[in-house]
């Protein structure tokens, strides 16, 4: 697959700048597969195109937002056009962002939402992490197989139309695709529910598991080469590839003082399965869901190191800056403005037991945001939102988009992250800021994943889960 040389050689010159600027975050880690995709193993056979899309929207960053995006399509990559300074450069990889979250949250390929409705995302009949990482490193049924409803579960009326979400994942020691990163700790909502977590991937990032068997310990350690996935490219005018994407996403129980018409929602079946520490009984019980956080991460053949884009239910958090100057809402879904004494950013003491909601000594998540949001980004959202009034979406929120400035660089495998710190409120809650090694960086902290045998996993923590 032919690369991009005009942009890799723009983002080269940028990198230089940025390194001399910040340092970028480093590893100890292998280096990722980034730095060896020409010696990457290929998949079995041919791996499909991801139905949810068969041609490449290349809309230019600069092109006016209008509502005709809305039925655009989702990108293959980033287009980007010149000046490559930092921020324009920023600014045409957030513009992908909105529309990546625009096709991928449509109702159907290509579908407009529609006002004063709220239909299933198109990204919810992908396969969540464990429809395929099973239990003894069993082989997961095909793509259009349906997902397994938990024995707990079954008999509820209408189960098997309803989504499966699990608890927040207990006994973390690594970056979880069910929780918080590193153990850090769960979100607790202003009615005192635990936050609940999913981690999807789409066809071409399954089909690539599955023909490689890598859902499995054996299946890793039988495979030979490097794990690289599918990236996604433009091939010829409007046609190419989606490549490899996942979607983490956050749910809140829908509650007293929730206005559900300000939230994508879900019926769901809140599942907890058995855990022995703490002692947490499977149980079962039908919720509904209100969508608050949304991170998507592309592999493209531009940006090997993949694209990472995060987004926010609107009413979730104050800045930490307008909380200080005074300016707050009336209403969060993760910080009471009338607790004065509350401590900022804390996760809650344990023990951390969500079979037992609400927390017990009446404990509510005191949540800010420590890195606003730029100038730049509030802008481009209001442009965004404002084609999408009427909608749920009006209410959701680009954070930013991370990317590699350097997608070769020699001496940082992660390619130099730009933004490069970015964190999710609902997703990185307890890991915001600034600070080297400490604080959130997508792109910095998923170039250390690994599979089952050390192997650099090409950015994702799924494959360590195997049996």
């Given at each position: 697959m032919t690369?991009?040389p005009?942009r890799?050689?723009h983002l080269?010159v ?5 390194l001399?600027?910040c ?8 280096p990722?597969?980034?730095a060896k995709l020409?010696?990457?193993?290929a998949p079995?056979?041919a791996?499909?195109?991801d139905p ?7 809309t230019?960053p600069n092109t006016?937002i ?7 399509g989702l ?6 056009v010149?000046?490559?300074n ?9 513009y992908y962002?909105?529309l ?6 449509a109702?159907?390929?290509?579908q407009a939402?529609a006002?004063g409705?709220?239909?299933?995302a198109l990204?919810?009949d992908?396969?969540?992490?464990s429809d395929?990482i099973?239990?003894d490193g069993a082989?997961p049924?095909?793509w259009d197989?349906?997902r397994?409803?938990?024995a707990a579960?079954?008999?509820i009326?209408?189960?098997?139309d309803?989504?499966v ?7 973390k020691t ?8 590193f153990d850090?700790g ?5 009615n005192g529910n635990?936050?609940r977590?999913?981690?999807l991937?789409?066809r071409?990032?399954?089909?690539y598991?599955l023909?490689?068997?890598?859902y499995?310990?054996s299946?890793q350690?039988a495979?030979?080469g490097d794990?690289d996935?599918?990236a996604?490219a433009?091939?010829a005018?409007?046609?190419g590839?989606v490549g490899?994407?996942m979607?983490k996403?956050?749910?809140?129980v829908m509650g007293?003082?929730?206005?559900a018409s ?5 019926d769901?079946?809140a ?12 149980s079962c ?8 956080g949304?991170h998507a991460a592309?592999k493209?053949?531009?940006e090997?190191?993949?694209l990472?884009?995060?987004f926010?239910?609107?009413d979730n958090?104050?800045?930490a800056?307008?909380?200080t100057?005074?300016?707050v809402?009336?209403h969060?879904n993760f910080?009471d403005?009338?607790?004065s004494d509350?401590?900022?950013n ?6 951390w ?8 000594g009446?404990?509510t998540?005191q949540?800010t945001r420590v890195v ?6 509030v802008?481009l ?11 749920v979406?009006q209410?959701?929120e680009?954070?930013s988009t991370q990317w590699p400035?350097?997608?070769?660089s020699p ?13 999710n409120?609902?997703l990185?809650?307890?890991s915001?800021g600034?600070v080297p ?6 792109m ?7 599979d ?6 090409d ?9």
């Amino acid at each position: 697959m032919t690369k991009n040389p005009p942009r890799r050689l723009h983002l080269t010159v940028l990198a230089s700048a940025l390194l001399a600027a910040c340092a970028a975050p480093t590893t100890t880690s292998p280096p990722p597969p980034a730095a060896k995709l020409a010696t990457a193993a290929a998949p079995a056979g041919a791996v499909p195109i991801d139905p949810v899309v068969d041609t490449c929207n290349v809309t230019k960053p600069n092109t006016a937002i209008t509502p005709a995006l809305l039925t655009s399509g989702l990108p293959c990559e980033a287009s980007l056009v010149a000046p490559f300074n930092l921020e324009n450069l920023q600014h045409g990889f957030d513009y992908y962002s909105w529309l990546t979250f625009i096709a991928l949250n449509a109702p159907a390929p290509g579908q407009a939402p529609a006002p004063g409705s709220d239909a299933p995302a198109l990204w919810e009949d992908w396969k969540e992490v464990s429809d395929f990482i099973l239990a003894d490193g069993a082989t997961p049924d095909g793509w259009d197989a349906p997902r397994t409803i938990p024995a707990a579960c079954r008999d509820i009326a209408g189960a098997e139309d309803l989504r499966v979400v699990n608890r927040w994942a207990l006994n973390k020691t690594v970056a979880s695709e069910t929780g918080q990163p590193f153990d850090t700790g769960p979100l607790i909502d202003q009615n005192g529910n635990y936050v609940r977590y999913e981690l999807l991937v789409n066809r071409p990032m399954f089909e690539y598991l599955l023909q490689n068997r890598l859902y499995s310990r054996s299946g890793q350690q039988a495979f030979a080469g490097d794990i690289d996935f599918p990236a996604g490219a433009v091939q010829a005018g409007s046609t190419g590839t989606v490549g490899a994407i996942m979607v983490k996403v956050a749910w809140k129980v829908m509650g007293a003082g929730d206005d559900a018409s300000r939230f994508h929602t879900v019926d769901a079946l809140a599942y907890n399965p058995l855990s022995t520490n703490p002692r947490v009984e499977e149980s079962c019980e039908p919720v509904t869901l209100g969508l608050v956080g949304w991170h998507a991460a592309h592999k493209t053949d531009a940006e090997p190191q993949w694209l990472w884009s995060t987004f926010e239910q609107v009413d979730n958090v104050p800045d930490a800056d307008a909380l200080t100057a005074g300016m707050v809402d009336a209403h969060y879904n993760f910080f009471d403005p009338a607790c004065s004494d509350c401590t900022v950013n804390e996760p809650p003491p344990r023990p951390w037991n969500p079979d037992v909601q609400p927390f017990p000594g009446g404990f509510t998540s005191q949540v800010t945001r420590v890195v606003p949001l730029t100038p730049e980004t509030v802008k481009l959202n209001d442009s965004f939102r404002q084609i999408l009034d009427g909608t749920v979406w009006q209410h959701y929120e680009l954070i930013s988009t991370q990317w590699p400035a350097d997608a070769t660089s020699p001496t940082d495998p992660n390619g130099v992250p730009a933004p490069t710190f970015l964190a999710n409120t609902t997703l990185e809650t307890y890991s915001q800021g600034e600070v080297p090694q400490a604080s959130s960086s997508c792109m910095a902290c998923h170039g250390n994943a690994v599979d089952t045998t050390g192997r650099p996993s090409d950015f994702t923590y799924i494959l360590e889960r195997a049996q």
